[in-house]
């Protein structure tokens, strides 16, 4: 039996939610956006495997589930006035993480508002349960409302 915790982000409206299961074989993370603009979530992975390429856009009004194993943490933040060539390459007004499309273990240029996360995993003598913040200590660039949700 398959057991999944769901996490939801919107970008300005960029939400993000997320629940503790005792007993969890994945999280999904949805990003949305509800901007009436493009956004480009960035996305750094620590210790684990790379989840979205660490970056993409993201039109106005679609999402995307994105699924991550017991165990993984990292962050995610809103990029703005990205304007990419064919190659991936060139610069973002918020956000930034080196003037890449998929940021690939770089970090977001400040100004930022960032949602870090880390997975809890369970059957180890001392289970690590889920935890999640929004920080604004490098800036704020889009608004992050949290809406903890199960699946």
């Known amino acids: 039996?398959?057991?999944?915790?769901?996490?939801?982000?919107?970008?300005?409206?960029f939400i993000i939610a997320t629940c503790t299961i005792s007993i969890v074989s994945g999280t999904v993370f949805t990003l949305s956006n509800r901007c009436s603009f493009t956004v480009w979530p960035g996305i750094?992975?620590?210790?684990?495997?790379?989840?979205g390429d660490g970056g993409f856009a993201l039109p106005s009004g679609s999402?995307?589930?994105?699924?991550v194993s017991p165990g993984w943490s990292g962050r995610f933040w809103g990029r703005t006035g990205c304007n990419f060539d064919a190659s991936g390459s060139e610069?973002?007004?918020t956000g930034d993480c080196g003037?890449?499309?998929?940021?690939?273990?770089?970090e977001g240029a400040p100004p930022t508002t960032l949602a870090e996360f880390?997975?809890?995993?369970s059957g180890k003598e001392y289970a690590v349960q889920d935890s999640y913040d929004v920080s604004?200590?490098?800036?704020?660039?889009?608004?992050?409302?949290?809406?903890?949700?199960?699946?």
């Not at 880390?118 to 995993?121: A, T």
């Not at 490098?138 to 608004?143: A, R």
């Open 118 to 121: 880390r997975i809890g995993s």
């Open 44 to 51: 750094l992975t620590a210790k684990s495997r790379l989840i």
């Open 99 to 106: 003037g890449k499309l998929k940021c690939a273990g770089a």
């Open 63 to 67: 999402s995307v589930n994105l699924t």
């Open 91 to 93: 610069k973002c007004t």
């Open 136 to 151: 604004l200590v490098d800036g704020y660039n889009v608004q992050m409302k949290i809406n903890p949700q199960g699946g």
């Open 1 to 13: 039996m398959t057991i999944f915790s769901t996490l939801h982000l919107l970008f300005f409206s």
